[in-house]
């Protein structure tokens, strides 16, 4: 079978309804992370004041001896734990709900490939690899969150021992040093946000290919569709429209990667009805790019990724190469230029 414009809108429809969860998701610790730092901003204040104090910015140990930077590294320890654990509960609501409708929104994607009139029998998913799923789902995002209050106090920590040079106004260092301090515990919202964002993509990724693996029998694979826009890395854009099996993962993008799958059924033949195949509407990404402005083109692919594509010493297909990272899943990335 092939990609109707149909299945491309409902696939697309899955997209719209993934972002709008981690655009959610994001807010929601934006909103949290700086409230946080509203409350512990006093702290860090009274500290930052009390050790500018002498005119001089003292050594590491007096930093480190310093009551008030104490109180403001403890204080800070708290709102930290309580982040990373409010951030782990609100992660993991979001991908039982989308893990929950996974099934359905696959079928409606399949629906959306087959003509009027034409039904094909839809297995739902199996309530343990459901659960599986969200298991998997609380062990990464809780292990990742934990790793948060540490590294960030850590940060913070290092920042107070660097210090600053009063000079002559020691207001103003005081103020750079208070910038330092509140990058380096917004830090850990950035890291937030893209665990947020790569587990709840994820966790729908897994729940999709559950639902492939329970209709295996009248399904041909999976194909790969990336958003078309010039947001959308070089690897991404290689990677669209090709097919994959059923039981294939994916995609396996990299962190906060937006592509999908779109679910691809056997040939109308093959199903049982005396029917020809519509050609396929799966859009050609080398043809959109090329049909970009040469100032998205850059963006896009970098000056000197653009060059070599052009002048032929860079394939379209050798864009994008597989990584393994430790602690993760494989990715599809980039591939470096050659130095």
């Not at 697309?12 to 709008?20: E, F, K, N, S, W």
């Not at 992660?91 to 409606?108: F, G, K, P, Y």
């Not at 990272?325 to 494989?330: K, L, N, Q, S, V």
Request: net charge positive; with cysteine; aromatic share 4%.
């Amino acid at each position: 079978m092939t990609v109707t414009p149909s299945a491309l809108k409902r696939a697309r429809q899955i997209r719209v309804r993934l972002d709008a969860t981690v655009d959610q998701a994001t807010r929601d610790l934006v909103q949290a992370w700086s409230g946080a730092w509203e409350e512990i901003a006093d702290e860090w204040q009274a500290a930052v004041d009390d050790l500018a104090s002498a005119g001089a910015w003292p050594a590491r140990s007096k930093v480190l001896r310093a009551q008030r930077a104490q109180q403001a590294l403890k204080v800070t320890g708290e709102a930290l734990d309580e982040l990373a654990k409010t951030s782990g509960v609100r992660i993991l609501r979001d991908v039982s709900a989308l893990t929950a409708d996974a099934n359905s929104l696959e079928q409606a994607v399949v629906a959306g490939q087959l003509a009027g009139g034409i039904d094909v029998a839809w297995s739902q998913t199996n309530k343990d690899a459901l659960a599986a799923i969200v298991r998997r789902a609380t062990g990464q995002v809780e292990s990742a969150t934990m790793r948060l209050p540490a590294a960030q106090q850590a940060v913070m920590k290092q920042a107070l021992i660097r210090g600053v040079a009063l000079g002559d106004n020691p207001r103003d260092a005081a103020r750079i040093m208070m910038r330092r301090l509140e990058g380096g515990f917004q830090g850990g919202r950035h890291r937030a946000e893209t665990i947020a964002t790569t587990e709840i993509l994820d966790a729908y990724r897994a729940a999709a290919l559950a639902a492939r693996k329970a209709n295996a029998d009248i399904l041909e694979g999976w194909q790969w569709l990336a958003t078309l826009d010039r947001r959308t890395c070089p690897g991404c854009l290689s990677m669209n429209g090709r097919t994959f099996p059923v039981d294939a993962p994916g995609p396996e993008g990299h962190q906060r990667c937006r592509c999908t799958s779109v679910p691809v059924t056997r040939s109308l033949r093959s199903l049982g009805f005396d029917i020809d195949d519509p050609p396929s509407e799966m859009p050609d990404a080398r043809a959109w790019f090329d049909e970009q402005p040469a100032v998205d083109q850059r963006h896009i692919m970098g000056a000197e990724r653009l060059r070599q594509l052009r002048s032929g010493a860079l394939s379209w297909d050798d864009l994008a190469m597989r990584r393994e990272t430790p602690g993760w899943r494989p990715s599809i990335v980039v591939r470096p230029l050659a130095a």
